[in-house]
C-alpha cells in the first residue's frame, strides 16, 4: 500500500512542482489529470464494493464510484465542448501507475486487511487531491469553464475526505 500511495502522492507533487517552476500544467494537460485521478477512484471503488468486508466499506466505494463517475462525465463534456484534446502528462501518468499499484496491492488482500488498506488509501488519496487542486489545477487552469468545474466539485471531494476519515476511525485509525 506505501508504494502504490507513494506514486499518487508524487505524481500529485509533481504538479505542484511543475507550478513552482512556472510549469503548471495547461488545460489539455488538466483535463486528462481529473480524468485519469477519478478513473483511479473508481478503479479502486470498483474493487471495493465486491472485495470489502464492512458495510459502510462498501457504501463508501459505491459512492466513489458514483460521484467520481458523475464529475468524469462532466470533465469529458466539457472537453468536448471546448474541443481540447486531454493531453497526457508525467503526473497523468504517475496517477495511472499509482492507480494501478494500489489495485495490484489491494488484489492481495481481504477481509480487514483489505477494507482498512482501501479506506486509508482514500483518506490520503483525497487529501493529496485537495491539495493539487487548491495549489496547482485550479489556479492552474486558464479556461473559466474548466476552472469553474474544477471549483464546483472541490465540495465533493472534500465531503469524501471526511466521509473515509469517519470509515476510517471505525475501521482502526490509519496505518498507511
Known sequence: MKTAALAVFAALALGSQAQAQDMAPNDAQIAKIVVTANQVDIDAGKLARSHA??????????LMIKDHTSVNKSAVDL????????????????????GDDNLANLKTLS???????YIDHEVAYHEQVLDAMDKTLIPS?????LKAL???VRPAFEAHLEHAKHVQAELGGSGG
Open 53 to 62: 468486508d464492512m458495510k459502510d466499506v462498501k457504501a463508501f466505494a459505491q
Open 150 to 152: 474544477l471549483v464546483k
Open 111 to 117: 477481509g480487514h486487511d483489505f477494507d482498512k488498506a
Open 79 to 98: 472537453v468536448k465542448k471546448l474541443k481540447v484534446t486531454p493531453e497526457d502528462s508525467d503526473t497523468s501518468q504517475a496517477l495511472q501507475k499509482g
Open 141 to 145: 487552469a486558464k479556461n473559466e469553464e
